[in-house]
DNA sequence: AATGAATGAGGATTCATTCAT
DNA sequence: TATGAATGAATCCTCATTCAT
C-alpha cells in the first residue's frame, strides 16, 4: 500500500527526469555529476535513487522520454507534420538540440541507447512513408527520400545549437521547394 | 644523445593521438581514461602528457585534427565531391563518425570545441556556395540549400553510426536525383 | 535522518584537523600525503574534502588555529605573560614546535599563510607594546624590545625542536634576568 | 682519469648548487620539482644526477653549504662577530632567510638534516662562549645566555622574511644595549 | 661528458552510491 | 518518505629518476 499518492510519485519521478535533462543539455551526461542533479531539483541524493537505481538508468529514462516527444509529434497525422518538426527546432523553447546531440553520443556506446534512438527514428520512417506512398513520381524509392528527410531534420538540430541565429525559415522554406519539386 | 629526429617526435605525437581517437570513437571521451590510452598506444602516461597538457587538451587536438581532414576533402573542386563525401561515410575504413557524434556533444558544453566545429562547417558552406553559385535557378538562395545539404551529410553520419546495414547508394542516389531537379 | 547536530560536525572537523595536525608535525605538510591523514582520522578520503575543499585549504585552516592559540595566550593581561608563553614551549605535551617550522617554511611561498604568520606576530607585538609602555626607561623605544621578545620566543622554537633536553628553566631565568636589568 | 679538470667539476658542483639553492628559497624543497632546477641551472636532468644521487642529497648539500657560511661567519673572532651577524640578516643580498626556514622545517623530519643544524648551533654556542667567558657578572651562566642570544638570531630571520622593512638598526641597537647592560 | 625522452609509482581529488537515522 | 553524511575505487596528473644515444 503506497503512502503518497501515485500522482505524488509520478510528479516526484518528473521533477528528477526534468532536472536531470536541464543538467544534462547544459554539461553532457559524464560531465553532470549525481550532485549536481541533486541540487538542481531541490532533493536528497537519497531519494533520487528510490526513482532512478543509477546514473545510467536516468540516462535511459531521458532518452526514452526524449523518444517519445518526437514519435508522439509525428503520429499525428497531418500533412506538414514534417515541417512543424523541422520549425520547431528553431523555436528558443525548445532547448533538447543539445541533448540530443548528448544522447547521440552515447548511442555509440551503449546498445540500450542506441536501440532507443534508432527505434525512435524507425518510427520516423513509418509515419513518414505512410504520408509519402503514392505521392511520389516513378523512380522514387520512398524509403532513401524519408532516409534524406530525417537527415535533414538531424543535422538541423546539429546547426542550430552551433548557430543559434541560423535562420530556420529559409531552411525550411528551402526543403518545402525540395519536396514541392518532387511531389 | 637521445635528442630525437623532429620526425620521430611527429610520429609519436600521431601514435598518442590515433590510438586516442581510437579509444574516443569507441567509448566517448569521458569514459575513456588515460590509463585505457595509455594502454592503447603503447607509451608511459608520463610520456603522454609530454604532447598533451591535459585529457582536454587532446580531446580540442582530435577535433582540430578531424576538422582538417574533412575541410582537405572538400577543398578539391571536383564537381561531385560533395557526393563523393557522402559515400565516404559508407565506407567502413572510416570510423570516424562516431568519433563525430562525441564532438558534437562535447561542442555544446566547450566553446573552444564548437568555434571548431562551426569553423569546419562554415569552411564546407564556403567550398560549396561557391561551386554552386550561378547553377541556381531563380528563388533558391544558395546559403540555405548549402546548409541543407551540410544537414544531409551530418544526418547521414548519425544514422550510419546506428545501423552499418544503411543503404549507402540508395542514399546517395536520392540525394543526386534532388540536386539534379534543381540545377 | 543523518541530518546531524552542529556539535558532531564541528567534532569532525576538529577530529580530521587534529589528525592532519598531528601528521604535519611529524613529517612536514609535503611530505604528508592525503592518504596518511585520512589514515590517521579514520574517516574516508572523500569525507575529509566534505569538511576541507584542498589540502592547502586544511594547510591554512591549520595555521589560523594555531594563530588563534597563541593570540589567547597572550590576551590575558598577566604580567608573567610573556615568559610563561616560554615555559609551555618546553612542555612535552605541547607538540606545536614542530607544526610552528612547518608552518614559517610555508609562510616563504603562500601569501595567504605569511599574512595570517604576520598577523599572529603583530598581535603579539600589540600585546606585550601594551603590557610595556611606560615602564621602561628613556631611551628605550618599546618596539623594537618587543621584536626581540617575540624573536626570543621564535628562536626558543626551533631550539626545542632540535634539542628536546634544552634547560627551558635556565633559558626562562635568563630571559627574566635580562627583561628585570631593563625594567 | 678525469676528462675535464676538477676546476670545471667543481664549477658545474656549485652552479646547480646555487641554481637548486634559489628554487629552494623561492618555493621550499617540495615544490621545487627538479625540472624546475633543471631549468634554472641551464644543463639537463641526466647531469644533474651525476653531481647528485637525489633531490635528498642535493638537499642536504645546501644545508651543509649553508651551515659551513654561518660558522664561517662566527670563527672570525671578533668582538662584534655576533653584532655583525644580525646585522647581515637585514641585507637585501643575503637572500638566505627563506632558505632557513626551508631547513628548519625539514629538520623537523630528517634526522641528517636535524644532526647538521643541530651542530651548527652547537658551533655558534661553543664560539660565543668563549668570547663571553669571564665577561659575565655573577650569577649568569653563559650557556642559556648564548642560547637566547642564537634564540635573538633565529627569529630575526624569521621576522625578516615576514616583513623585509623591518628595522634592523634598531633591533640591533636594542639587542646592543641588552647586552652592555649585562657585560 | 652530456642530453632529454621515457618511465611508472604515487599524489590529490572526485563522484556514484549506500545506509543509519 | 526523506535525508545527507559517509564511503572508497577510480580519475587525472606529476615528478624523481633512468638510460639509450
Known amino acids: 500500500m503506497p503512502r503518497v499518492s501515485e500522482a505524488h510519485l509520478n510528479a516526484r519521478r ?3 527526469l526534468d532536472a536531470a535533462a536541464a543538467c544534462f543539455a547544459r554539461e553532457g551526461f559524464h560531465r553532470t555529476s549525481m550532485q549536481d542533479i541533486v541540487r538542481e531539483c531541490g532533493v536528497s541524493a537519497g531519494l533520487v535513487y528510490r526513482y532512478f537505481a543509477s546514473k545510467d538508468e536516468m540516462i535511459e529514462a531521458i532518452v526514452g522520454e526524449w523518444h517519445s516527444h ?6 499525428v497525422p497531418l500533412d506538414r507534420a ?7 527546432i ?4 525548445a532547448p533538447d538540440g543539445r541533448l540530443a546531440l548528448q544522447v547521440w553520443a552515447e548511442s555509440v556506446r551503449s546498445p540500450e541507447i542506441r536501440a532507443l534512438s534508432r527505434g525512435n ?13 503514392g505521392a511520389l513520381p516513378a523512380g522514387f524509392d520512398p524509403d532513401p527520400l524519408v532516409r534524406v528527410m530525417i537527415a535533414i531534420y538531424q543535422g538541423l538540430i546539429v546547426q542550430t545549437v552551433w548557430d543559434e541565429n541560423l535562420d530556420n525559415d529559409a531552411f525550411v522554406r528551402t526543403v518545402a521547394a525540395l519536396i514541392a519539386r518532387i511531389l
Chains 1, 2, 3, 4 share one sequence.
Open 14 to 16: 518528473q521533477q528528477i
Open 70 to 75: 518526437r514519435v508522439a509529434a509525428l503520429s
Open 82 to 88: 514534417y515541417l512543424e518538426l523541422l520549425r520547431e
Open 90 to 93: 528553431g523555436r528558443p523553447e
Open 121 to 133: 527514428v524507425d518510427a520516423m520512417r513509418d509515419a513518414l512513408v505512410a504520408q509519402l506512398e
